[in-house]
């Protein structure tokens, strides 16, 4: 596996010690959750990074409030007039 050193200076690193979990662990988490929030990498390949299960990965997404599903307003209204259709 590659590693990169980073220096987060004093604070940061202070800041994150404080949140009960390993740094690099806490930092590789926010990486991946910014990476998908941009619409970068999917669900699956972000749960791979993060070793664990696609379904916990995109509960966790939820909790931080990044959503599954991206609609524009009317892609939504499209969606959900298509879904009444018999």
Known sequence: MDSTILDLGEDLSGF?????????QTVREMIVFELYRRGLVSSGKA????GIPRLEFIQRASELG?????FT??????EVAESKRD
């Open 73 to 78: 307003e009317d892609e939504w209204r499209a």
């Open 66 to 70: 990044i959503p599954y599903f991206r």
């Open 47 to 50: 749960a791979e990074l993060l």
């Open 16 to 24: 994150l010690a404080t949140l009960g979990r390993l740094i690099d």
